[in-house]
């Protein structure tokens, strides 16, 4: 069975500054996703990056990257240069090839601070 | 590209009644659409995995009578909750995933439930 860990329930930063979002996984298969979901306050789910586990090299979608530590079953997202348009529920996110549900982690509040 | 639309957005019902939440959709086929609960603060609850033209499967602890799932065709999943009660009331968002997409799954904007 698959895990998500992230660690932070809350973090803050301030408008224009860097931050990073810690998120660990476990899966048992070679072959997966992983994914970043934004929820802000009107609740709906954006898919804000993705990651396929054989490519090594960190997917960016302009401001946000991920750095994907396949060994250590680490992939934390950062976003650069913040917007209050980023404030939100962030939830990491895995799913197996071959496999169609979605494990997600229990979210990390991040606040954007003026 | 990849919306998936939710309707109602927002619904009361009196306890007893069923009501019935549409998830569509609109530029993509999507093999599988999946419903999920939310409760406040919380991340999402799977409740149940829906294939066009089958069964729908339910995760553990879902009641597959009170949630009936119908996937009738590649863009449309409807989630209806019959003799609802005050504790079905919460938010359910619906997802799609694109027929040979990567994983990945897009999102409705939610239902938000109230039985009263």
């Known amino acids: 069975a698959q895990t998500v860990t992230q660690s932070q329930p809350e973090m803050s930063v301030q408008e224009a500054e860097t931050v990073t979002l810690s998120c660990t996984y476990d899966?048992?298969?070679?072959?997966?996703?992983l994914f970043w979901y934004k929820q802000p306050p009107s609740r709906q789910m954006i898919l804000v990056i993705r990651q396929e586990a054989y490519k090594q090299q960190n997917a960016t979608e302009n401001r946000f990257s991920v750095n994907f530590q396949k060994a250590a079953k680490s992939f934390s997202l950062k976003i650069s240069d913040s917007q209050l348009g980023d404030a939100a529920m962030y939830f990491c996110a895995c799913v197996d090839f071959g496999n169609e549900k979605l494990t997600f982690g229990t979210g990390t509040r991040l606040t954007i601070i003026p | 590209g990849a919306v998936v639309s939710q309707h109602p957005s927002r619904v009361i019902c009196k306890s007893g009644t069923s009501v019935k939440i549409e998830c569509r959709s609109l530029d993509f086929q999507a093999t599988t659409m999946f419903w999920y609960r939310q409760f406040p603060k919380k991340s999402l609850m799977l409740m149940a995995t829906s294939n066009e033209g089958s069964k729908a499967t339910y995760e553990q602890g879902v009641e597959k009578d009170k949630f009936l799932i119908n996937h009738a065709s590649l863009t449309l999943s409807t989630l209806t909750v019959t003799s609802a009660h005050p504790e079905d009331s919460s938010f359910y968002i619906c997802?799609?995933?694109?027929?040979?997409?990567?994983?990945?799954?897009?999102f409705g904007p939610g239902t938000r439930l109230t039985v009263t």
């Open positions: 997802s799609a995933r694109p027929s040979g997409g990567a994983g990945e799954q897009y």
């Open positions: 899966t048992s298969e070679s072959d997966y996703y």
